[in-house]
């Protein structure tokens, strides 16, 4: 017999998003634990993850993730997406083979520059180089080019990321602290081996947990990723479905929060490449149609606010200002909860500063 199942509208998803991802109330987790469980958060930048865990946590401090880093329980390495992610130790050593074939495949685009450069012996090399001491890229692909004089210098980069677990050791990442780019291994920064590669079902269960209910194009978008299809399917049995208002099949944790549509949904001030914009095939549970792509120019990503939990504008700090940019008109209601939220944020990350809070016009 077969069994209709039930269909998630737009707010039904979108705040069974928030509240995994600690957007609907702020968790009293600690930073470590809150990295964990969100599976790491997107880092190409230094502020972000620090930023994504202000609009998150309650009584969260810069120093409450710049700890952690410093005494090595968290780092900053190359994983999903082949983005730079902050991530707790133990997921730098058991996510990065997970996703190391993703890895692999990116290399083969860069072949052309590396005609007779031995992958293996480049690895057991640059591996050397940095584990004895912690190198900048530069410093490593100069050290590669007198090996392999031929070969392109930025493939040979390209080559050591791909291949080697490459963390940013500090000061790297700490808040109000600068430091170029320096690079070592994960197992030798963290103290311990990289495991072997892992079935993804458990990080299955965990990306529904953060993320969920998805689909398995959503987690492969993710984690960039493929054929995952296999693992849903083993996880089937012990799982619950839904169709999303296009016929999608969406799975997810049975005892998994899946709030009221109606539930609010506070402002949230989030940093650049928030995975919560990034980490679903169709992000229509976050971003609504009209505003696709308004968060993004070419490369470059902006900060986002949520209201009433979904994409409505951007903000930016000037040098004496929050400068909040929303899509369209706010109430006032709306206005008055977007600059309590706002004094908030500036009061976490920036204590002693100040700053007004200004509205603006989103430049197009």
């Known amino acids: 017999m077969t069994t209709t199942k039930r269909v998630l509208g737009t707010r039904a998803l979108n705040r069974a998003t928030l509240a995994r ?9 600690s930073a470590e634990d809150a990295v964990g469980h969100l599976v790491g958060l997107q880092a190409q930048n230094v502020k972000p993850p620090y930023h994504a865990l202000a609009a998150r946590l309650d ?12 005494d090595r329980t968290v780092a900053r390495l190359v994983t999903l997406r082949s983005t730079l992610h902050t991530h707790t130790a133990r997921d730098c050593l058991t996510l990065r083979p997970l996703v190391q074939h993703a890895r692999d495949r990116e290399l083969n685009q860069f072949r052309e ?14 591996r050397d180089l940095v584990e004895a001491e912690p190198r900048t890229m530069r410093q490593l692909r100069e050290a590669l080019l007198k ?6 210098p930025q493939s040979l980069s390209v080559a050591a990321r791909c291949r080697l677990p490459l963390v940013q050791v500090t000061p790297r990442g ?14 030798h920064w963290l103290g311990g081996p990289a495991e072997p590669t892992p079935a993804p079902d458990g990080t299955v269960l965990r990306y529904l947990a953060a993320f969920g209910p998805a689909s398995v194009k959503d987690m492969q978008t993710w984690a960039g990723l493929t054929r995952l299809r296999e693992a849903f399917e083993r996880l089937r049995p012990d799982l619950v479905t839904f169709r999303d208002e296009a016929g999608a099949e969406l799975f997810d944790l049975p005892d998994a929060p899946r709030p009221a549509p109606d539930t609010p949904a506070p402002p949230r001030f989030l940093p650049e490449f928030d995975n919560l914009l990034l980490s679903h095939a169709d992000r229509t549970r976050v971003v609504p149609p009209e505003h696709r792509g308004r968060h993004w120019r070419g490369n470059t990503a902006y900060r986002t606010l949520l209201v009433d939990g979904f994409l409505a504008g951007l903000w930016r700090l000037d040098e004496h200002a929050l400068v909040v940019e929303p899509f369209g008109r706010l109430d006032g209601r709306r206005r008055a909860e977007v600059v309590a939220e706002g004094e908030r944020m500036l009061h976490v990350m920036y204590p002693g500063s100040a ?3 200004r509205f603006g016009t989103v430049r197009e």
Request: no cysteine; hydrophobic share 45%; net charge negative.
């Open 21 to 29: 991802q600690l957007l609907l109330e702020r968790s009293p987790m």
């Open 59 to 70: 009584g969260f401090t810069p120093e409450a993730l710049s700890r952690p880093m410093a």
């Open 113 to 126: 520059g590396l005609v007779g450069v031995d992958l293996d012996r480049l690895a057991v090399l640059a």
């Open 147 to 152: 090996e392999w004089p031929d070969a392109d």
């Open 174 to 187: 700490l808040w109000g602290r600068s430091g170029q780019v320096t690079l070592t291994t994960a197992e």
């Open 355 to 357: 700053h007004d809070i």
